[in-house]
């Protein structure tokens, strides 16, 4: 239990988005509005502390109920969740905390109208479960599937 709520200081990586969790990218799709969704695995052995991928303010923090599907499910999408926008200098910024089957609980640390630096602790999610970041329209992204991240040093766009 003491290893799976490690909180390790990180010193920021460089880029203008970076990922906001540990873990292997799952997914990374074309959204319906034009952004690119990152999807974040974590598993129970993974650092489960989220940090903001840029800095900005916090303009919400919304929790919707689910179901608690395993994570890597694609029909996760209906799980739990803790949905954030930032307001940043690329404009509104998503991020989505995903509850997983047996992480039944995500913990925001931080209300709407809070400041942030790029790398932030914001919240965490207990055991494992799944982060997904939406880049802004025409931002490549810099990772792969199944490529390994680390909560705010990995960057996530290219160029």
């Given at each position: 239990?003491?290893?799976?709520?490690?909180?390790?200081?990180?010193?920021?990586?460089?880029?203008?988005?970076?990922?906001?969790?540990?873990?292997?990218?799952?997914?990374?799709?074309a959204w319906h509005d034009g952004r690119t969704r990152v999807a974040i695995f974590m598993s129970p052995l993974n650092v489960h502390v989220n940090r903001a991928p840029l800095a900005g303010t916090v303009t919400s923090v919304e929790h919707r109920p689910g179901g608690y599907l395993p994570a890597f499910n694609k029909d996760s999408d209906r799980n739990e969740r803790v949905v954030w926008h930032f307001d940043t200098e690329l404009g509104d910024i998503e991020v989505?905390?995903?509850?997983?089957?047996?992480?039944?609980?995500?913990?925001?640390?931080?209300?709407?109208g809070a400041k942030v630096a790029q790398a932030d602790r914001i919240g965490l999610i207990r055991f494992g479960s799944r982060v997904d970041v939406y880049l802004p329209e025409g931002m490549e992204p810099a990772v792969a599937v199944g490529e390994r991240t680390t909560a705010g040093v990995t960057r996530l766009d290219r160029g």
């Open positions: 239990m003491l290893w799976f709520f490690r909180d390790p200081e990180r010193t920021p990586g460089k880029g203008r988005v970076l990922s906001p969790a540990d873990g292997v990218v799952q997914s990374i799709d989505v905390q995903i509850a997983g089957a047996v992480a039944r609980r995500i913990v925001p640390y931080l209300a709407g």
